[in-house]
């Protein structure tokens, strides 16, 4: 081979060489990034883990404090059936025991009236001086 094939055939195995170790290099790194990446997401977890039991508790209370709410509600919503039921009756028990009386005062009164009125038919009836005149009207 000439001088110039074993510069070149030189030249090939340093490049072969230096790729070689670049690639050690980066599988290297790769494993120290690797290795921090598990760190910080062990890290993160144990920091995270009491934040999620605490926002779990929180769910539960707030489930809770809903089924509390909604029990509350259901017992407003029949007190005030309850009452709107016992204002009925209470108005319609008012309502029978005045009507009756008025009815009863009503037919009194047009009994008194009728009286009257008969009474007003029994006086003798005086002419007047309009009926004259209206009799000679023509």
């Known amino acids: 081979m000439s001088t110039w094939g074993n510069v070149f055939l030189g030249v090939i195995a340093v490049a072969t060489l230096s790729t070689a170790i670049v690639q050690i290099a980066v599988l290297i790194a790769a494993a120290k990034l690797a290795r921090r990446l598990e760190k910080l997401t062990d890290t993160v977890e144990s920091e995270l883990r009491p934040l999620f039991a605490h926002l779990d508790s929180i769910g539960r209370e707030a489930s809770r404090a809903t089924s509390k709410a909604s029990a509350q509600v259901e017992r407003v919503d029949l007190l005030f059936g309850d009452v709107v039921a ?53």
């Open 86 to 138: 016992r204002l009925e009756d209470t108005m319609d028990t008012v309502q029978s025991a005045l009507s009756v009386p008025l009815r009863e005062g009503g037919a009194l009164l047009a009994g008194v009236r009728a009286a009257f009125g008969g009474l007003k038919d029994r006086r003798p009836r005086t002419r007047s001086r309009g009926d004259d005149e209206d009799a000679l009207f023509i």
